[in-house]
């Protein structure tokens, strides 16, 4: 019998899990360990060695982390995937992976704060260089790659500004080049958008985020199209940098992965009922939400991801003072950075998640000091929008007080 592919919603809960394995234990187990024992000092020969398949020590292998990993592979479409401590060490150790000195990564023209520190160390100390560049068509993107280019680093939407990339231009134009494509797909997670299934080699999440979705653990995942390469890149640089998940927080994120789907579904009509608040307000100039069907990437989005998701970004009319006046306004909606929680969360990126890139690569990436950044989370939108609407209100009798 031909093997029925399951749903997204169903892979959540029982992909790569036997509890039969496991005494029947109906959830994954912890193994909360630093090493494993040999049966003698041969098994521990073979296992070193490869002859043998098993666990020798955490850094290398761990069961419950092994699990989470086996089912984000199968979420992206991939091949295979590794858990990291956060999202910086996944990115970090794939861009050693994919650099030597004197290459030359392409980005988009905007891209997380840290991702921006992490190519600026590699451009200082290690000759490794990067543009980041609008990529609007195939041929801004293909003017753009150099000899030493050796792949395409890409945030869809892009952090903060949620600006959208074409991934099916990006592919097309990585091929003809034979050009690596790296889509760090932490803003839609793998419920909204897979890239590898357009044709990205790697994945990235920061699973802080929407795949954790609680906001109690910091972590990374990188998914590749190629298992292969992926035991590689474990038993090389994951192994030697050491960039690795606990096992707790793997177990904490197959817990948080389970709710995924109605997360999302419900961030994104969340996000929804906040736009349609958002477009009467006289004080916001502009709105940059994905299923936006006003945004002018709109087809863009239809195209690449499943619905918009819990981000919103916009500005208000003010500029820095009305920003952090309107922040300082709010109640129920907490300042703060980070993303996907189920707390509703605000924050200001000029002097925040991207205060540490210098002001003129901040406003070419398009933020402005009167962008603020809401996460949407899980609570009525109905009370969220009271919030905003008394900060707003507060913020006009501050205008009109000083008129
Ligand atoms: N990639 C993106 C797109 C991110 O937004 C972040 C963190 C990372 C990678 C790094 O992940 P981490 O090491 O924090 O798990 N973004 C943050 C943000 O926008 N606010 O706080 C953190």
């Known amino acids: 019998m031909k093997e029925r592919q399951l749903h997204k919603d169903t892979k959540v809960i029982h992909e790569g899990y036997n509890d039969k394995d496991f005494g029947g234990s109906l959830t994954v187990p912890l193994f909360q360990t630093s090493t494993y024992s040999f049966d003698d000092a041969r098994q521990g020969e073979r296992r070193f060695s490869g002859e043998e398949e098993g666990y020798i020590y955490s850094r290398l292998g761990n069961p419950t ?115 690596r494509v790296v889509v760090d797909n932490t803003f839609s997670s793998p419920y909204l958008q897979n890239p590898l299934s357009i044709g990205a080699d790697f994945v990235l999440h920061s699973a802080t985020k929407y795949i954790n979705g609680h906001g109690d653990v910091i972590a990374g995942l990188l998914i590749g199209k190629e298992k292969d390469e992926i035991e590689k890149i474990r038993l090389t640089i994951q192994k030697d940098y050491g960039g690795i998940i606990s096992p707790f927080d793997a177990w904490l994120l197959i817990r948080g992965l389970k709710t995924l789907p109605v997360r999302m579904e419900r961030h994104s009509s969340n996000a929804e009922k906040l736009i349609n608040y958002l477009k009467k307000e006289k004080l916001v100039d502009e709105i940059f939400y994905p299923f936006d069907p006003d945004n002018p990437l709109y087809e863009i989005a239809k195209r690449q991801m499943r619905a918009g998701g819990g981000l919103i970004s916009f500005t208000v009319k003010g500029g820095k003072e009305a920003a952090q006046l309107f922040l300082d306004s709010l109640s129920l909606i907490k300042i703060a950075v980070s993303l996907g929680d189920a707390e509703t969360l605000i924050q200001h990126p000029a002097t925040m998640t991207h205060s540490s890139v210098p002001e003129q690569d901040r406003l070419q990436m398009g933020i402005t000091d009167s962008l603020i950044r809401l996460s949407v989370g899980l609570e009525h939108a109905e009370d969220l929008i009271a919030d905003l609407e008394s900060a707003f209100r507060i913020v006009e009798a501050s205008v009109s007080e000083r008129a």
Not at 112 to 133: P, Q, R, S
Not at 143 to 160: D, F, H, L, Q
């Open 65 to 179: 982390v092994h699990v989470l990993e086996e089912r984000i592979a199968s979420l992206e479409n991939g091949g295979g995937a590794l858990a990291f401590g956060s999202g910086m060490a996944a990115v970090s150790t794939l861009l050693v992976h994919l650099t030597k000195s004197g290459d030359h990564i392409l980005c988009t023209r905007g891209i997380y704060g840290c991702t921006f520190g992490l190519l600026k160390i590699m451009a200082e100390k290690y000759n490794i260089t990067h543009d980041l560049v609008q990529m609007g068509t195939e041929e801004e993107i293909e003017k753009a790659i150099r000899p030493e280019t050796v792949c395409i680093y890409v945030e869809s939407p892009i952090n903060p500004t949620m600006e959208l990339v074409d991934l099916h231009a990006v592919v097309n134009v990585a091929k003809r080049h034979g050009l």
